[in-house]
Nanobody, 124 residues
Framework: QVQLVESGGGLVQVGGSLRLSCAASGRTFSWYSMGWLRQAPGKEREFVAAITWIGGNTYYADSVKGRFTISRDNAKNTVYLQMNSLKPEDTAVYSC?????????????????WGQGTQVTVSS
């Protein structure tokens, strides 16, 4: 099992920035990709970004390309999500997630384990 703990959420104005962090522990070597998912009220959980532990290849949802950047620090078993130019539609609970696969593209269902989540609210 892998344990994931997110931090860094909060309230920000439109156009602002936030940086989310995810500390992973446990059997992290069993998971080949790490990612971020989000779920807004009344909506399904959706894929935001992913990164492979080895190689650091990155993948993004079209809605966040050019604004969000995912990165990882293998030595610290930590994954980050830098979010810039935030929009009201980015408001959601953001969860860090782990996937046992490396894919050419990702959806939320590719991730088998995720953390409790952190709230991100973008006010207009």
């Amino acid at each position: 099992q892998v344990q994931l703990v997110e931090s860094g959420g909060g309230l920000v104005q439109v156009g602002g920035s936030l940086r989310l962090s995810c500390a992973a522990s446990g059997r992290t070597f069993s998971w080949y990709s790490m990612g971020w998912l989000r779920q807004a009220p009344g909506k399904e959980r959706e894929f935001v970004a992913a990164i492979t532990w080895i190689g650091g290849n990155t993948y993004y949802a079209d809605s966040v390309k050019g604004r969000f950047t995912i990165s990882r620090d293998n030595a610290k078993n930590t994954v980050y999500l830098q979010m810039n130019s935030l929009k009201p539609e980015d408001t959601a609970v953001y969860s860090c997630a782990a996937s046992p696969a490396v894919r050419s593209s990702y959806t939320a269902t590719d991730f088998g384990s995720w953390g409790q989540g952190t709230q991100v609210t973008v006010s207009s």
